[in-house]
């Protein structure tokens, strides 16, 4: 999701870009939200009978990235799409991806309309579609407040579904926070947390995103904006599992996997929240990293080690910027915490690391969702650029 852009500032020549990947998970979802079965579509052995030699994709499918493209790019939030023409030019099959455009070829200031140029290619910048429409931009809405001169309360929690994330999610709940739990495939556990939270007294919502993918997240940020009216907070829980492995059995993929989770959903979050929360003028955002930034890593954790330490520096430069609009950016680290990522650790091993703390235990879920807690409170509204470690003191600089 995109900033609501002002329609003084849009200009005659702006355009924006989307690319989307269609896949038969695509193809399958249009087809249960729409009914059109047409077996050209969904059946490979009928349309191979036809001209066509393979399935082609719906049309209206690919069109309607368009919207997507206008509600969250050009103009962005608060748009109404009042008419469009397509031409349908080449068909899209499965595997192709497209790019999508939105051109402002005129505008008409009283009545705040856009004519806007249309066009989609695919990968081989053949195009598939073209079109004109007009689009409507709407006032920009005052900033929205729970009341009394309260700031808005929406917080969105990556990996929220997890064993810290889940902490997270009851712990602001409690805090008077409405909560989207981003999750990756946990949709039992995401239903299940959005009932207790609900049971609670507050309002939560259960988001199916991959942070890797930036259309998954810009449609997680969109669901949150259409329901709660704006974004707050963002407290960033996401990883993969831990698959310690020495460097000879290490491979690249297993670091890119932690540098596209850790480091790469982090970054197309903020891209998508930050515009939102500089219209607001404030903002929070909270990244879980870990103590094994901290001396010297366990063993054989490297991919780990550096998706965290990718995750913490990428922290810092967004506290130095983000500060002078009034966003802050802190960080959350714990120590070894007693959840399912760590089930593969042996026991003996815990045992001696809880030994170890002066505290003489290991983190629980919610030792860290207070932590987050406070810094996504008022009290902590002058700490930017900071990791709050919760280690119960096996680490202390």
Known sequence: MSHFKEFEHIQVGDTAVLTRHIGEDELRRFV???????????DRAYAEKTPF?????HGMLSASFLSTLIGTQLPGQGALWVSQTLEFLFPVRLGDTLSVSCTVDKKHDRERLLEVATRIENQWKRPVLTGKGVVKVMPRPEPVSA???ERLKVAVVAGGAGGIGSAICRRLARAGWRVVIGHHSRDDRAAALVKEIGAAGSEGLAVRADVTVEGDVASLIDTTVRRFSGVSLLVFAAAPPIQPAGLDA???????QHLNTEVKGAFLLAKQ????????GYGKIINVTSQVLDG???PQWTAYAVGKAGLATFSRCLAVELGPVGITVNCVAPGMTDT????????????VLARQAPLRRLARPNDVAEAVAFLASAEADYITGETLRVNGGQMML
């Open 273 to 280: 929240i930050v515009p939102l929360m500089r219209v607001q």
């Open 32 to 42: 249960e939200l729409t009914g059109d079965d047409n077996p050209l579509h969904v």
């Open 147 to 149: 009341g009394g001169g």
């Open 53 to 57: 030699k393979d399935i082609v994709v």
């Open 296 to 298: 010297a890593p366990p």
């Open 250 to 256: 290490l491979s690249w993929e297993s670091i890119a």
């Open 340 to 351: 399912a990522m760590i089930g593969d650790i042996p026991e003996k091993m815990r045992l």
